[in-house]
């Protein structure tokens, strides 16, 4: 599909195969008794979003507080905002956001809990908050069940907060034994842990097998992409997005140059070799990227492109494209829907 | 500096670095009557254009037909697009820009000029066409003087057209020769090589060095990062650009995690191992980014961050970081002096 109407580089998804991803991950979850709170920062769409919540999503999640905002506007009513909020500034606007939505965070230490608590307490909010634990994921997150034990009572006897349960990413073979051992240090204090916040595209359909997990947090399964086909995660027939793009020079008679560089693919590798998947030359290698131009070797291909020539690509990884564009167009057996703005573009705070 | 009135992640200008660093490069170019034309791709920002401009830049140049938009809007008057334009959507944008700016543009296939003729020569203009030549670089190009000759021919008797010169980028070592070969070529028909723009910050001061070259394009040169940074092009005490951020956990002794990932930072390598200097702990690694967390560590640091302590950031590489982010704080003497728009950003077609 080559799309005359729409101008390159485009975004473009399939709302047919959208639904379908959005119908599939929601049965397998519903099957296993799972909570489903995709994560937005994949799409960054309200539509979308709200797209999973009429599928049977619990609530979302968000990254930061300004895509919580544009999601709240857009009528969405539980999030989950899983990321250690520091300062006075986002704190004002967290209170903020707590008292027009369901609201639950998460935290790693006492310094992020007390910032915390001192904000909704002032607000006169009581607002769940996470422990956010690191099963191997190795980015934030306490490291031992103690440390989320005593985490979780400091939570619990901070005025204006409560303990929400316990959150990780990704889901890891560490996570029942993290989880019951953190409970048995607390069950003799009568402190529950209601909510077991697990997420991931890539193990998705393997939350089941976390019998711990009440929840679970996925994102790219909407759209899926390159590292996730050549993962498994999302096979290529179910890949809803792609980015619509032209050969603009052919300087020999091997390398061709698209119109989208990383300011439309972005340069995440995810430790893969090369730029994206060229779906109609799939011998193609987009071996560099510059700004506004793909860098592309077709000595692999029999029938090589003519300028001028249209192709898609699947992106690396989906969720920076979407960050990078202000728009995304909706399409559907080839004919063009709509365009939606992404509306939590850029939301770094 | 910590700028406690921005919250983070905040992209942040030095003012009076940004302004040396716009007439360093100037005073240069002055020196060796070089006409100066900056890519705008850098800062995306058209204050900074016209100062640019008003330093004695001749023109502007801009990757994309919208970046372009932008600054004929913010009125500035002479722009190059060195790119390859194709198809009816963009050239009649073009044509349109053509009409209230001084405008010329690039070409390296038949192609291409068969659809910029087309398009001027229906709307009456005569645009300045320049040769795009492939020196090294091997993006976009002719190969050869023969091939430069060849189009700059046809060019030339196109109606709507006239040949502007040639252009190449990085200027290599292989500028003098090419160009002066492509010149005999062209001499027994009279068709003279009015204009050979060059471009790039790392050569910028080697410029005078190719003698064949009239004009020189560079971007980075007004902010600077890491990787021209540690290539000698922009001395740190030279770098205008930092990203200011967070320590938002410290799991363990050694690993912090700031609030600024691949969505501010971009992941951009540029060869570098780790993404980004942390100009307060310059022995920390930033070894790691997912889209909202900057993984380091700080192991090789005597002294080590607490949570909720303030870093600053020089990005591997500053163009992607202001396409990523909608504002810039200027900054002068350690106080924030105003806020600009990124009016350019994410402008791919």
Not at 79 to 94: D, Q, S, W
Not at 326 to 349: I, L, N
Request: hydrophobic residues 40%; negative net charge; contains cysteine.
């Amino acid at each position: 599909m080559t799309y005359p109407s729409l101008d390159t580089p485009s975004a473009i998804v399939d709302l047919d195969l959208l639904a379908a991803n959005i119908h599939r991950l929601q049965a397998y979850l519903d099957t296993h008794g799972i909570a489903n709170r995709p994560h937005i920062k994949t799409h960054k769409i309200p539509a979308i979003a709200q797209m999973q919540m009429d599928a049977g999503a619990v609530g979302i999640t968000c990254q930061k507080i300004g895509e919580a905002e544009v999601m709240a506007d857009a009528g969405l009513t539980d999030i989950f905002i899983p990321y250690n909020i520091i300062g006075g500034t986002k704190l004002t606007r967290l209170t903020a956001l707590a008292r027009r939505v369901t609201l639950s965070v998460t935290a790693d230490s006492a310094v992020v809990v007390r910032g915390l608590a001192e904000a909704a307490y002032r607000a006169g909010l009581e607002i769940p908050v996470l422990v956010e634990c690191d099963l191997g994921g190795k980015r934030c997150g306490v490291q031992s069940p103690a440390q989320a034990a005593e985490l979780a009572r400091i939570i619990a006897r901070s005025p204006g907060l409560t303990f929400g349960g316990l959150m990780t990413y990704p889901n890891t073979d560490a996570l029942d034994a993290f989880v019951r051992e953190t409970r048995a240090l607390l069950e003799p204090e009568h402190l529950p842990v209601p909510r077991v916040s697990g997420g991931g595209t890539r193990g998705m359909f393997e939350a089941h097998t976390h019998a711990e997990l009440t929840e679970h947090r996925a994102g790219m399964y909407v759209f899926g992409d390159r590292h996730l086909m050549l993962a498994g995660a999302t096979p290529l027939e179910t890949v809803a997005f792609r980015v619509l793009t032209t050969v603009v020079s052919r300087p020999t008679s091997e390398r061709g140059i698209l119109d989208a560089g990383s300011k439309t693919l972005s340069s995440d590798l995810m430790g893969l070799e090369g730029y994206g998947y060229i779906c109609e030359y799939p011998e193609a290698v987009i071996y560099g990227l510059s700004e506004e131009h793909a860098h592309v070797d077709f000595s692999a291909c029999a029938r090589k492109p003519e300028i001028g020539e249209r192709v898609t690509v699947l992106p690396n990884h989906v969720c920076p494209v979407t960050n990078l564009l202000d728009e995304v167009v909706g399409v559907r057996g080839g004919k063009v829907e709509g365009v939606w703005q992404v509306a939590a573009r850029g939301k770094v705070k």
